[in-house]
């Protein structure tokens, strides 16, 4: 079922038992039913307070396919993302992503092939410390080649916790790739951003 039919469905449910509350508390005539005692006023019963089974499980489906619409979104995202990357790269990544994925992350490759004029934008804006670099990649024909790629926390691009750069940095080094997670850190900071990732890596050897 196409996702949009069930959302329809699931709010055409909640419309029906919204509707079926209000004409229940209208035959009981409880005073509850209405605000301020106005028997003019027809406010419904608010639908969080004792919501029935019915209501519970349609709220559930409705955020299932809300969810599998951002996953489904999010996957083919990082594909065509990877689609740019050069293929021994593309391996790599994936197995990273798979292992963030495993620790409950939902990676999001927010970039990987860039051309000039957004590598330029990217140096001046502070989000890369050099001109041209492995994000430029072309094949002999022109093709994307890239042997880089930005991987974010989520999709919303909201500011990676501490402990998924962590995590990113052991899953890149496990998987023999350069992390540039100490970009623009002070020295104390990449001192122990490094101490933090050797200790998950054998906190991990231990278990």
């Not at 079926?20 to 307070?49: M, Y």
């Not at 990676?107 to 990987?112: A, M, Y």
């Not at 989000?127 to 670099?133: A, K, N």
Request: aromatic letters at 6%.
């Amino acid at each position: 079922m196409p996702a949009a039919v069930a959302r329809a469905r699931v709010c055409q449910r909640l419309m029906a038992i919204r509707q079926e509350q209000a004409e229940r508390a209208g035959e009981e005539g409880q005073g509850s039913a209405k605000t301020g005692g106005d028997p003019a006023d027809d406010t419904l019963i608010p639908l969080r307070l004792h919501p029935p089974r019915d209501c519970r499980v349609a709220a559930v489906v409705l955020y299932w396919h809300r969810w599998s619409d951002r996953e489904a979104e999010r996957q083919t995202n990082n594909a065509a993302k990877l689609s740019e990357c050069d293929p021994e790269l593309t391996a790599k990544v994936r197995a990273v992503l798979r292992g963030l994925e495993t620790e409950g992350y939902q990676p999001w490759i927010r970039e990987s092939w860039r051309s000039p004029i957004e590598q330029e934008h990217a140096y001046l804006t502070g989000r890369s410390e050099i001109r041209l670099g492995f994000h430029n990649v072309t094949g002999r024909n022109g093709e994307h080649r890239a042997f880089a790629v930005d991987v974010v926390e989520r999709m919303d691009g909201a500011r990676a916790k501490p402990r998924y750069a962590v995590t990113l940095a052991r899953l890149a080094s496990a998987s023999d790739l350069q992390n540039g997670y100490l970009m623009g850190l002070m020295e104390w900071e990449q001192r122990a951003l490094k101490r933090a990732v050797q200790t998950q890596v054998s906190r991990l050897a231990n278990i």
